[in-house]
């Protein structure tokens, strides 16, 4: 099982409220020291990073809640550094929050130089002739409950406006933090400050748009009032890398079944089949249409190939399926079945039927989900084995009469359907998610629906299925299948404006 560190844990918004108040309930730590620490980290990190950016007068436009709290904190510790303040209370200072009141007082206290103006509307500030060197965004955080209401739209609006940087304390206001949808305007940050934990919403729908880069400031929660997180960010910091132990025998170090082709189909086999060796297998077994051998004979030289049936056959039917159960029933090993299998109605039943007699580990992609999205829900996996299927957002939704539309239903969805299949779900798009049998699902920062391409999605699946023939958890295998594949399209895109091509992935 993946593991993954407190840092990236996603939160959402529920979740970062109860994490809040279980530390100030349970462990003692005030809610005015969290927000000590929330703001003075933000704080630190503007001064070191901006250090040269001649910063004279900041701009703090806040609500009434801790989020505006957070941002008071930080015009302290930049007004300590010369730095002039204008604070734009929207809802007033007569309600704040207690920590955030306290806050306000302690600022006044803090300017001794008159360097510090505040507005207790929007409307009372009338935009001046003064250049603000950035914004402050703390007007609201994890306590939105609605659509923007009153003039928070019209201070988002105004604020997404200026060419001067945009910085979000926790989250940028109007973006939810669950979902990552828009609450009728949001502000669009250069960079967000995220207190305690990124939040769920920064990686789904427009998350990653309104968010600009994110930067994680730890805060003094236990890490277990964290744990009932089951969202987690991943990235190459923290997912363990694969190791071969060379030496072994070649059928020791991992042999991958791979039932693949069909007429006019052969490269997806190529593809996956090339991918998966390129890992270092021991082993790689073609099965295929005996009638497809001569060409696999000449392209594929290092790959052993298994041919069924007779020479006209260029397909896979009912009728291979006991020689292709004898071929895989021989050594230990994983299977990775779908590239290029073609839709014909012999080969869905034969997918279907080998899928529910297989007993080995299995990586289902391509025309397989075809197949086995064709009994609707009437289908089970086998027993002690583990399955590993890795639909596109098309392959995805035939799996299900709901929509899964938008990002958030995709999430739930494919939570809800490892689970309940006791499968690993790869759902390729933006973002890739990894979805588990126990209920994790890892998030990825990044747009992996480049591998829903045709030829791509065959590499990838021979990455996956080459990890698991390596002795790799699946949602590690599916977690390294993908690191890799953005290893190696960003390298190319330094040196490249075209795309790359699936061979460039191997
Ligand atoms: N002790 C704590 O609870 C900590 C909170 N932190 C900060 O506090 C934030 C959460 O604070 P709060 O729970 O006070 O919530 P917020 O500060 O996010 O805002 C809550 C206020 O906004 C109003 N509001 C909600 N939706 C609105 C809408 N659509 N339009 C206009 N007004 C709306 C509510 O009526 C409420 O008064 C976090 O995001 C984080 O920035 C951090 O300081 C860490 C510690
Ligand atoms: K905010």
């Known amino acids: 099982m993946l593991q993954a560190p407190p840092s990236h844990y996603l939160l959402t918004a529920s979740l970062s409220q109860e994490v809040d108040h279980r530390t100030i309930e349970e462990v003692d730590i005030d809610g005015f020291t969290l927000m000590e620490v929330a703001g003075s980290s933000a704080a630190k990190k503007l001064l070191k990073d901006y250090k040269h950016a001649g910063w004279s007068h900041g701009l703090y436009l806040c609500g009434k809640g801790n989020n505006g709290g957070d941002t008071l904190v930080v015009a ?21 929050s207690p920590d955030a009141q306290k806050n306000w007082e302690l600022l006044q206290q803090f300017d001794d130089q008159d360097q510090l103006q505040h507005h207790k509307s929007w409307e009372a500030f009338t935009e001046t002739d003064l250049e603000y060197s950035f914004i402050i965004d703390g007007m609201l955080g994890t306590g939105l409950d609605s659509d923007l209401r009153g003039s928070y739209t019209s201070a988002v609006q105004w604020a997404n406006e ?24 949001s502000i669009q940050a250069d960079r967000t400050f995220a207190f305690g934990g990124h939040k769920q919403g920064f990686y789904l729908e427009v998350g990653p748009a309104q968010t ?25 910091s923290w997912v363990p890398r694969p190791t071969l132990q060379p030496g072994q025998h070649k059928y020791a170090s991992g042999v991958l079944y791979i039932i693949a082709g069909s007429e006019g189909l052969t490269g997806a086999a190529q593809l996956a089949a090339r991918s998966a060796w390129a890992e270092g297998l021991g082993a790689i077994i073609l099965i295929c249409p005996r009638g497809l051998l001569s060409i696999y004979e000449q392209t594929l030289p290092s790959i052993i190939k298994k041919p069924v049936g007779s020479k006209s056959d260029e397909h896979f039917t009912r009728q291979h399926l006991a020689n292709v159960l004898e071929i895989i029933g021989k050594k230990e090993g994983a299977v990775l079945i779908g590239p290029g299998l073609g839709r014909q109605e012999g080969t869905i039943q034969f997918t279907n039927e080998f899928l529910s007699q297989n007993t080995r580990d299995a990586i289902i992609d391509a025309d397989a989900l075809w197949a086995l999205a064709q009994q609707k829900d009437g289908w089970r996996k086998p027993d002690n084995t583990q399955w590993i299927l890795t639909p596109h957002p098309g392959e995805l939704g035939r799996f299900t009469d709901q929509a899964v539309a938008d990002d958030y239903n995709r999430l739930t969805f494919v939570r809800n359907f490892s689970s309940d299949k006791q499968i690993t779900v790869l759902s390729k798009g933006m973002p890739g998610i990894i979805g588990t049998s126990s209920g994790p699902c890892y998030l990825t920062n990044y747009n992996t629906r480049y591998f829903a391409r045709a030829g791509n999605g065959d590499v990838l699946a021979g990455k996956i299925a080459a990890y698991v023939a390596l002795g790799q958890e699946p949602d590690q295998s599916c977690a390294n299948a993908l690191l890799q594949g953005k290893q190696k399209l960003d390298s190319y895109l330094q040196d490249s404006s075209d795309l790359p091509e699936p061979k460039d992935f191997i």
């Open 76 to 96: 302290r510790y930049l007004l300590q550094h010369d730095i002039a303040a204008t604070i734009v209370f929207l809802s007033g200072t007569d309600d704040l």
């Open 212 to 236: 600009g880069d994110v930067t994680y400031c730890e805060l003094p929660f236990p890490n277990q009032f964290k744990s009932s997180s089951n969202t987690f960010l991943l990235d190459e």
């Open 162 to 185: 200026q060419s001067t940087s945009v910085f979000a304390m926790d989250i940028p206001t109007g973006l939810h933090a669950d979902t990552g949808q828009i609450m009728g305007e």
